[in-house]
């Protein structure tokens, strides 16, 4: 069983920095696609990055220059640096993990972000 815990979401003004992380209770396989979603307020949940377990990355276009994503398997831990966040960034952001060639799809219970103006 695997279960995933955000955290590091509030507040900042635009312009701001937040750091989120995202903690693996249980396996984590290095064919695990990892990814942090967006869901702005009345929106669908959006893709923002990924990373293979070999480091490979994808960006959202909206992010790209300003967010980085990386990951770290030995600590079963994923990050998102978030920088020149502007309040369109704002919203739940979730912690995904997908399991390739699998059926096993898991979701952390997502932190809040809130970029003022």
């Known amino acids: 069983q695997v279960s995933l815990v955000e955290s590091g979401g509030g507040l900042v003004q635009a312009g701001g920095s937040l750091r989120l992380s995202c903690v693996v209770s249980?396996?984590?396989?290095?064919?695990?696609?990892m990814a942090w979603y967006h869901q702005g307020p009345g929106k669908q949940r959006d893709l923002v990055a990924e990373?293979?377990?070999?480091?490979?990355?994808y960006y959202n276009k909206s992010v790209s220059g300003r967010f980085t994503i990386s990951r770290d398997n030995a600590k079963k831990m994923m990050t998102l640096q978030m920088n020149s966040l502007q309040p369109e960034d704002s919203g739940v952001y979730y912690c995904?993990?997908?399991?390739?060639?699998?059926?096993?799809?898991?979701w952390g219970q997502g932190t809040q972000v809130t970029v003022s103006s």
């Open positions: 995904n993990l997908n399991r390739r060639g699998t059926p096993y799809n898991y």
């Open positions: 249980g396996s984590l396989a290095t064919v695990d696609v």
């Open positions: 990373i293979t377990g070999r480091g490979d990355t």
